[in-house]
C-alpha cells in the first residue's frame, strides 16, 4: 500500500492554516472559561486571527493572515492597536503562501523577523507505525488528576526543568482544554512527557510536545506521536500537521514517523519604537 501526499501547494496551505485559526481561539476560549486569563480574546483581522492571552503571554500571535487575499496595511494598523493596548508585542506568524501584500504591510508597520517554524504533514492513516521503545507507554488524560499530571510535565518540559509561575499558569491553561485530547508518556513507570491532539475540519494538529530533560532520548516523544497518529486516524482525519524549529531533533523524529515539510512559517514582531 502507498500514501499519496497531498502537493505543499496553497490549497494545503489554507487548510492548515485555516485549521490554526480555530485551534488558536481555542487557546482564547480555554483561558476565559477556566478564568485564568478572563480578559482573553481575540481579533478577526486580515483573513485571520490576533489572540493576545494576557499581556506578553507566550501564547499570543496572530495565524491564516493573506491566506484569502490581500491585506491592506489598515488591517495591520488594527493588529497593532489590538495587541498594544492589552499590553502585548504585535506578533505575526506568516505562511509563505500568503498573499505578499501581508509582508509589505507589515514591512511598512517596522515588523521584522524574529523566528521560523516548519509545518510538517503527512496523510493518514499513518504508514510507519513503530512499536514503543522498552519501558514506554502512552495513555490519554482522562481524569482532573491526569490534567494536572500533564500540566505539570508540560511546564517543566517546556522550560528545561525550571518553570516560573507563569509557565505553570499556561500549561494549566492548555490542559484545561476541553476541545482537546492531552497524552502522557510513560518511562518505567513515571510520567516523562506530554502532547496533546486538537482536531478540526478532518486534520489532526499535533502541539503540546514536552519531555522531561531527565529522560530525554529514550522514545516518550515518538511513542507520544505514533498515539497521536492513530488516534486522529481513528477519528476519520485524512491529514496530520505538526511544528518544529527547523532542523531540530524534534523535526528530526517528526520526519522519522512520516512527516514532511509543507512550507516554514515565518514570525514576524513589531520593533520597538522610538
Same mark, same amino acid.
Given at each position: 500500500?502507498?500514501?499519496?501526499?497531498?502537493?505543499?501547494?496553497?490549497?494545503?496551505?489554507?487548510?492548515?492554516?485555516? &485549521?490554526?485559526?480555530?485551534?488558536?481561539?481555542?487557546?482564547?476560549?480555554?483561558?476565559?472559561?477556566?478564568?485564568?486569563?478572563?480578559?482573553?480574546?481575540?481579533?478577526?483581522?486580515?483573513?485571520?486571527?490576533?489572540?493576545?492571552?494576557?499581556?506578553?503571554?507566550?501564547?499570543?500571535?496572530?495565524?491564516?493572515?493573506?491566506?484569502?487575499?490581500?491585506?491592506?496595511?489598515?488591517?495591520?494598523?488594527?493588529?497593532?492597536?489590538?495587541?498594544?493596548?492589552?499590553?502585548?508585542?504585535?506578533?505575526?506568524? &506568516?505562511?509563505?503562501?500568503?498573499?505578499?501584500?501581508?509582508?509589505?504591510?507589515?514591512?511598512?508597520?517596522?515588523?521584522? &523577523?524574529?523566528?521560523?517554524?516548519?509545518?510538517?504533514?503527512?496523510?493518514?492513516?499513518?504508514?510507519?507505525?513503530?512499536?514503543?521503545?522498552?519501558?514506554?507507554?502512552?495513555?490519554?488524560?482522562?481524569?482532573?488528576?491526569?490534567?494536572?499530571?500533564?500540566?505539570?510535565?508540560?511546564?517543566?518540559?517546556?522550560?528545561?526543568?525550571?518553570?516560573?509561575?507563569?509557565?505553570?499558569?499556561?500549561?494549566?491553561?492548555?490542559?484545561?482544554?476541553?476541545?482537546?485530547?492531552?497524552?502522557?508518556?510513560?518511562?518505567?513507570?513515571?510520567?516523562?512527557?506530554?502532547?496533546?491532539?486538537?482536531?478540526?475540519?478532518?486534520?489532526?494538529?499535533?502541539?503540546?510536545?514536552?519531555?522531561?530533560?531527565?529522560?530525554?532520548?529514550?522514545?516518550?516523544?515518538?511513542?507520544?506521536?505514533?498515539?497521536?497518529?492513530?488516534?486522529?486516524?481513528?477519528?476519520?482525519?485524512?491529514?496530520?500537521?505538526?511544528?518544529?524549529?527547523?532542523?531540530?531533533?524534534?523535526?528530526?523524529?517528526?520526519?522519522?514517523?512520516?512527516?514532511?515539510?509543507?512550507?516554514?512559517?515565518?514570525?514576524?514582531?513589531?520593533?520597538?519604537?522610538?
Amino acid at each position: 500500500m502507498t500514501h499519496a501526499y497531498p502537493l505543499a501547494d496553497a490549497a494545503l496551505a489554507q487548510r492548515i492554516e485555516g &485549521v490554526a485559526t480555530i485551534d488558536m481561539a481555542g487557546y482564547v476560549d480555554a483561558g476565559r472559561v477556566s478564568g485564568m486569563y478572563p480578559d482573553a480574546t481575540t481579533l478577526r483581522v486580515g483573513g485571520g486571527v490576533a489572540a493576545c492571552i494576557s499581556p506578553d503571554n507566550v501564547v499570543n500571535g496572530s495565524v491564516g493572515l493573506g491566506m484569502t487575499g490581500p491585506v491592506a496595511v489598515e488591517e495591520i494598523d488594527r493588529l497593532i492597536e489590538f495587541f498594544e493596548t492589552r499590553g502585548s508585542v504585535p506578533i505575526v506568524e &506568516v505562511c509563505p503562501l500568503a498573499d505578499p501584500t501581508l509582508t509589505d504591510a507589515l514591512a511598512r508597520r517596522g515588523f521584522r &523577523v524574529s523566528a521560523f517554524e516548519a509545518e510538517l504533514y503527512q496523510p493518514l492513516p499513518a504508514l510507519r507505525q513503530k512499536r514503543p521503545s522498552p519501558g514506554v507507554r502512552v495513555r490519554m488524560a482522562k481524569t482532573k488528576a491526569d490534567r494536572a499530571t500533564w500540566a505539570e510535565l508540560a511546564a517543566r518540559g517546556f522550560s528545561s526543568d525550571r518553570p516560573t509561575e507563569a509557565d505553570h499558569l499556561v500549561s494549566r491553561t492548555v490542559s484545561s482544554r476541553m476541545d482537546a485530547l492531552h497524552f502522557i508518556g510513560y518511562l518505567d513507570g513515571e510520567p516523562a512527557g506530554t502532547g496533546m491532539l486538537y482536531i478540526a475540519e478532518g486534520l489532526a494538529r499535533f502541539g503540546g510536545d514536552a519531555t522531561l530533560p531527565a529522560m530525554r532520548g529514550r522514545g516518550v516523544q515518538s511513542a507520544i506521536l505514533a498515539a497521536r497518529l492513530r488516534m486522529a486516524a481513528r477519528a476519520g482525519c485524512d491529514l496530520a500537521v505538526i511544528g518544529a524549529s527547523p532542523g531540530s531533533t524534534s523535526q528530526r523524529n517528526q520526519e522519522r514517523a512520516g512527516f514532511r515539510v509543507a512550507y516554514t512559517r515565518v514570525t514576524f514582531v513589531r520593533a520597538v519604537q522610538p
